[in-house]
């Protein structure tokens, strides 16, 4: 197959739920693959070292400018966002949530996080089984996470599931049909006007949580940032944070469950949990691929990048790189290096990776001591996006 075939079935429903033999073939064709039959991207990366050099190389651009005033509204909040702006305004706004999105206000969730799996746990118990693993914890725990991180009342939860999931479709590889886009549209409109009340209540009436925190550095004249961006990075980190970890904690089980010694010491040893983690986040990856722009012509692995060119790079590829892992398709907690590309490198790194790591680390210990006889109760569905990869069900037996 050509590099341009593996792009086209990639795109293809049965090539999202199976991406892993297309990647292996695009590393057979090399670690970069330019694709001049594709309407849309100039070239795929995939190998590791190369991914890892476009991420670090300011010259393959990230977003673009700030939005058109009359610009649709999921293009106008996304573009508010420092995951859609170019530098000095990614900078700038990443400097403002660093000032309150710190490592202290993360730490200082953790047994909120540990009490919040307990007593999901305790629901499971109650409900038996089979249950759906990804509704009944996968799904509400991080939503529990971020309700408690952002200020988010509790009964609002359930009406933010179906519009992050028309952001997410939308963001997906292939996701600008005009179904999708109207759906986005809805949704970025009824979001943001959440949050605009709920930066005006917090304005207000000031609480605890990053919302509060942020307006606070707002009001103070100190983080140069907007309303309206705060708003465009509140729905984008409310989407990038809960469904990655959505999909952590799904598609850590059925590999786990395939090796009941790891189960086993994951429960009783933190080590073997957070190198658990970091070997999910390698194996199968959250967050599968980006999009980046070259501002000229860039030779990368010895392929030159035409200027404009959008260059397709697959993350979940770059994990799966067999001259960077040995067996890559093997999974291995006692890989001696799991430095995985998951959470993107360089000055774009994401700014959410220690708050699902800290969920995983604290979760799936959690989940073996209090269920260590748990299986799979059918097949498990993979979700059909494959930007951000996980499952859409799965049905598990508790066990004894």
Known sequence: ??????????????????PYPLYERLHELGP?????????????????????????????????PPPAPDADPITKALSSSMMFRTEPDHGRMRRAFHAAFTPRRVAA?????????????????????????????????????????????????????????RVEDYLDFGG??????????????EMSEYYASLIAARRAKPGNDLISALVQVIDAG????????????????????????????????????ERPEVVKSLASDPAVAEACVEEVLRYDGTAQ???????EDLEVAGVV??????????????????ARFPSPEVFDVNR???????????PYFCIGAVLARAEGRLALPRLFQRFPDLALAGPPVQSAGLALRGYATMPVVLGN
């Open 222 to 257: 100190d983080g140069d940032l907007t309303d309206e961006e705060l708003i465009g990075n509140l729905l984008v980190l409310f989407n990038a944070s809960f469904v990655t970890t959505i999909n952590l904690l799904g598609n850590a089980i059925p590999p786990l469950l």
């Open 289 to 295: 691929l980006v999009v980046r722009t070259a501002s």
């Open 32 to 64: 970069v693959n330019l694709t001049p039959a594709s309407p849309a991207y100039a070239a795929v990366a995939n190998g590791y070292a190369a991914v890892d050099q476009i991420l670090r190389d300011p010259r393959f651009v990230k977003g673009g």
């Open 109 to 165: 969730l953790e047994p909120e996080i540990a009490a919040l799996t307990d007593s999901l746990l305790d629901r499971l118990a109650e409900l038996g089984g089979p249950v759906d693993f990804i509704a009944e914890f996968g799904y509400l725990l991080p939503a529990g996470v971020m309700s408690a991180l952002l200020g988010i009342p509790a009964p609002d939860l359930d009406w933010f599931r179906t519009r992050v999931q």
């Open 176 to 189: 600008r049909t005009p179904e999708k886009v109207a759906a986005a549209n809805n949704s970025a409109t």
């Open 305 to 322: 990048i035409p200027e404009g060119g959008l260059v397709l790079v697959i993350l979940g590829a770059a994990n799966r790189d067999p």
């Open 1 to 18: 197959m050509t590099a341009d075939e593996i792009l086209a079935e990639l795109q293809t429903d049965a090539g999202r739920r199976a």
């Open 336 to 346: 001696t290096d799991k430095r995985h590309i998951t959470f993107g490198a360089g």
